[in-house]
């Protein structure tokens, strides 16, 4: 029987994901508790974005139990998942963003989804998400094409906060980022999760980023998660991928330089 914990605004339980022959993960679990920043770590392979994306509903899995908010939403249809869709958002690699549409009309989609408004108050709140992205407010009529790497993320950012989530998805948003370009979007994640009360699954292979930002941080390996812990917890383990990531010449940079500075809100 699984035991749904209030504290938790994510638990997975048992989740199998096959493609073809291929298991990916098998009888994982996880938790995620309400106002921490979880970093989700792996192997090439190990099924990070598989694990976000059955979370979110993009991909349906095999086995297993997703629950959001306290409430299994493993199976539910489109309509089902309406409402508990308006209480996260996702920020996809590279932002993910509609070349089609400007970044104001990209951060405007998830409100016209759900909400009926007046155009003007729309491209107020558009506007608010995209400066509390830290983009400028000339980028809102821009195209993605016409932004940098950096940007598009910020734009894609903005789009995710569109409807004041309580769960902030990020699959890998600081790659492709200059150090210092990285260091600033992570410095933007802690404060708006801080100042916003907002939980943070951010999936990463960048370790300055769970030095950084993250209260705790999970390990996939082996089709499961084998480990969840405090990052100065978790580098101790003696796992060998973990011991090769983080005792490794970029892991023994990035070690010492930060520390989590923030604790879960209960």
């Not at 035991?3 to 291929?22: D, I, K, W």
């Not at 993960?25 to 059955?54: C, F, N, P, Y």
């Not at 995209?130 to 983009?135: D, K, Q, S, T, Y």
Request: charged share 25%; hydrophobic share 40%.
């Amino acid at each position: 029987m699984t035991v749904v914990m209030p504290e938790a605004v994510l638990q997975v339980r048992g989740l199998r994901s096959v493609f073809g022959r291929q298991v990916v993960h098998d009888h994982l679990d996880l938790d995620m508790q309400r106002g921490e920043v979880l970093g989700v770590i792996g192997g090439s392979g190990a099924g990070k974005s598989v694990l976000l994306r059955s979370i979110v509903g993009l991909k349906r899995p095999e086995g297993g139990s997703v629950y959001l908010f306290g409430e299994d939403v493993t199976g539910l249809d489109d309509e089902a998942r309406r409402p508990f869709e308006r209480r996260y958002g996702v920020l996809f690699q590279d932002g993910a963003l509609f070349s089609s549409l400007t970044v104001l009309e990209n951060v405007k989609v998830p409100l016209l989804e759900y909400y009926h408004l007046p155009p003007d108050l729309l491209d107020e709140l558009a506007l608010l998400k995209i400066r509390l992205a830290g983009l400028p407010a000339e980028a809102a009529h821009k195209y993605p094409a016409q932004l940098s790497g950096g940007m598009r993320k910020r734009a894609g950012l903005a789009r995710a906060l569109a409807l004041d989530p309580e769960i902030l998805f990020l699959d890998e948003p600081t790659s492709g980022l200059d150090p210092v370009s990285a260091a600033a979007f992570d410095e933007l994640i802690r404060t708006l999760s801080a100042a916003l009360h907002f939980s943070v699954f951010l999936v990463t292979h960048d370790l300055d980023s769970l030095y950084a930002i993250c209260d705790r941080v999970a390990v996939l390996a082996d089709g499961h998660v084998i480990l969840t812990d405090r990052v100065e917890v978790v580098e101790q383990d003696p796992h060998p991928w973990i011991q090769s990531c983080f005792r490794g010449p970029r892991g023994r940079g990035s070690s010492g330089v930060f520390s989590p500075v923030r604790t879960p809100e209960t």
